[in-house]
């Protein structure tokens, strides 16, 4: 394969992951403890942990990221039917199921900041865990193919 034969998906992971990593850093100055809005007495307690999740669902995010441009390397360098692609869509399923149970234990935290400010929290939490699930499962269907195709592979280099 020519080496910049995937340049437009590394480019597509860039501008996915510009924007998150923006609003990670100035979403973080939005949460000023001494902000007139979350001195408001529903919302005193909610800060924090949507802080914590918002944050902790970060580092899963990039990592799986990293896993991607990992993979469209491998795919660059015709290394796509190796047991290194394998672990790069395994890591990817893991981080998306990671993102998940963070944000379903993030959901109550969501519902109660929906509850006191008319915020899309609920919906925002909701298709970030669908689209996780989404690659998650889709993660896991290239894996097990690329499994069987190496497998495949394997028994044909043996029976020659």
Same mark, same amino acid.
């Given at each position: 394969?020519?080496?910049?034969?995937?340049?437009?998906?590394?480019?597509?992971?860039?501008?996915?992951?510009?924007?998150?990593?923006?609003?990670?850093?100035?979403?973080?100055?939005?949460?000023?403890?001494?902000?007139?809005?979350?001195?408001?007495?529903?919302?005193?307690?909610?800060?924090?942990? !949507?802080? $914590?999740?918002? /944050?902790?669902?970060?580092? #899963? &995010?990039?990592?799986? *990221?990293?896993?991607?441009?990992?993979?469209? %390397?491998?795919?660059?360098?015709?290394?796509?039917?190796?047991?290194?692609?394998?672990?790069?869509?395994?890591?990817?399923?893991?981080?998306?199921? !990671?993102? $998940?149970?963070? /944000?379903?234990?993030?959901? #109550? &935290?969501?519902?109660? *900041?929906?509850?006191?400010?008319?915020?899309? %929290?609920?919906?925002?939490?909701?298709?970030?865990?669908?689209?996780?699930?989404?690659?998650?499962?889709?993660?896991?269907?290239?894996?097990?193919?690329?499994?069987?195709?190496?497998?495949?592979?394997?028994?044909?280099?043996?029976?020659?």
């Amino acid at each position: 394969m020519k080496r910049g034969s995937t340049l437009f998906l590394k480019i597509a992971v860039f501008l996915i992951g510009t924007p998150v990593l923006t609003v990670c850093i100035v979403g973080l100055s939005r949460f000023d403890p001494n902000s007139p809005y979350w001195q408001l007495p529903e919302l005193t307690n909610l800060q924090y942990p !949507i802080l $914590i999740g918002m /944050y902790a669902a970060m580092i #899963p &995010f990039f990592f799986a *990221l990293y896993q991607t441009l990992k993979l469209l %390397g491998y795919i660059d360098k015709n290394e796509a039917f190796s047991e290194l692609s394998v672990k790069a869509l395994k890591n990817i399923k893991y981080c998306a199921i !990671i993102i $998940i149970v963070l /944000y379903v234990v993030e959901m #109550p &935290f969501l519902y109660l *900041l929906t509850k006191a400010d008319d915020a899309p %929290g609920i919906l925002m939490g909701m298709v970030i865990i669908f689209a996780s699930m989404v690659i998650a499962v889709f993660a896991a269907v290239l894996q097990r193919l690329l499994q069987t195709a190496i497998n495949l592979k394997s028994e044909n280099d043996l029976t020659v």
